[in-house]
Antibody
Framework: QVQLQESGPGLVKPSETLSLTCAVS?????????WGWIRQPPGKGLEWIGS???????YYNPSLKSRVTISVDTSKNQFSLKLSSVTAADTAVYYC???????????????WGQGTLVTVSS | QSVLTQPPSVSAAPGQKVTISCSGS????????VSWYQQLPGTAPKLLIY???KRPSGIPDRFSGSKSGTSATLGITGLQTGDEADYYC?????????????FGGGTKLTVL
């Protein structure tokens, strides 16, 4: 069974960089699939942040692209998110997920981590 | 404001059927496949439907999906109190210079 677990600081100061890691078990990242980050502000809907392939190829939400870096460490079977210059608007539950590709190339997320709340506050 | 439009809430009695709509455009639903997610209170989203109408292993056939033109619909029959959750649709959108994954704003299902 594929399992994902997010980890990282729960509190980040404004203007600093948010850093999270997603540890994957039950599946080797090197075997394939894209791996993504999605966030959900308190009481609001889902927002896709970006995704990475095991080779390191990435694609990001254009609205966040200038501040986002996603990387992968296949030796540790994990991938990471960095979001720079954070503000209170970046306060959210951050989820990592495995991304599959449907027919015609439409992505969807079949396994999700439990999520981790990151609060941006001084 | 979400690219995909869902009703904020729907409700129905136990045992009844409910449908949740997801409206988009030719830049997203019209030319891509739709997925649906269930988010029980305080938990992570769970994949219910992918490829418009396919269910992952373990998802009961009470849940169904369909797509027509630029809209998609999630159907739930034989409603149970355990189905009370937020439901989200998702797809790919190519309206910007670079594409992106987009989700609907979510629909809260209440089982009366």
């Amino acid at each position: 069974q594929v399992q994902l677990q997010e980890s990282g600081p729960g509190l980040v100061k404004p203007s600093e960089t948010l850093s999270l890691t997603c540890a994957v078990s039950g599946y080797s990242i090197s075997s394939g699939y894209y791996w993504g980050w999605i966030r959900q502000p308190p009481g609001k809907g889902l927002e896709w942040i970006g995704s990475i392939y095991h080779s390191g190829s990435t694609y990001y939400n254009p609205s966040l692209k200038s501040r986002v870096t996603i990387s992968v460490d296949t030796s540790k079977n994990q991938f990471s998110l960095k979001l720079s210059s954070v503000t209170a608007a970046d306060t959210a539950v951050y989820y990592c997920a495995r991304q599959d590709i449907a027919a015609a190339g439409t992505p969807y997320f079949d396994y999700w981590g439990q999520g981790t709340l990151v609060t941006v506050s001084s | 404001q979400s690219v995909l439009t869902q009703p904020p809430s729907v409700s129905a009695a136990p045992g009844q059927k409910v449908t949740i709509s997801c409206s988009g455009s030719s830049s997203n639903i019209g030319n891509n496949y739709v997925s649906w997610y269930q988010q029980l209170p305080g938990t992570a989203p769970k994949l219910l439907i992918y490829d418009n109408n396919k269910r992952p292993s373990g998802i009961p056939d009470r849940f169904s999906g369909s797509k027509s033109g630029t809209s998609a619909t999630l159907g739930i029959t034989g409603l149970q109190t355990g189905d009370e959750a937020d439901y989200y649709c998702g797809t790919w959108d190519s309206s910007l210079s670079a594409g992106r994954v987009v989700f609907g704003g979510g629909t809260k299902l209440t089982v009366l």
